[in-house]
Nanobody
Framework: VQLVESGGGLAQPGGSLGLSCAAS????????MGWYRQAPGKQRELVAV???????NYADSVKGRFTISRDNARNTVFLQMNSLKPEDTAVYYC???????????????WGQGTQVTVSS
């Protein structure tokens, strides 16, 4: 199972960026998918998660600015980031909880991370 992220890059304050993450491989069932971020010298923190049924949860710091969504048919999660601030600068990681084919248990998988930099 792999999580492959795309998007990110450089944006000016007030600008927008989009991230996507596709889960591939032998997946029996895909539960929650989400985004976390880690800024230099800080711990990794939750940005947003979405359940298979579409229930979302956001960090207070991004509410009203970021939108998480998913395409269950393509096992893909998206993060639309608007009104970006310099404090949004971090490496963003995709996360998924899923049951691999042939397993009884669910596991947590992570993407490789993608850099988001907000600077003028």
């Amino acid at each position: 199972v792999q999580l492959v992220e795309s998007g990110g890059g450089l944006a000016q304050p007030g600008g927008s960026l989009g991230l996507s993450c596709a889960a591939s491989g032998s997946i029996f069932s895909l539960y929650t998918m989400g985004w976390y971020r880690q800024a230099p010298g800080k711990q990794r923190e939750l940005v947003a998660v979405v359940t298979g049924g579409g229930i979302t949860n956001y960090a207070d710091s991004v509410k009203g600015r970021f939108t998480i969504s998913r395409d269950n048919a393509r096992n893909t999660v998206f993060l639309q980031m608007n009104s970006l601030k310099p404090e949004d600068t971090a490496v963003y990681y995709c996360e998924a909880e899923l049951i691999p084919t042939g397993s009884r248990w669910s596991y947590e998988y992570w993407g490789q991370g993608t850099q988001v930099t907000v600077s003028s």
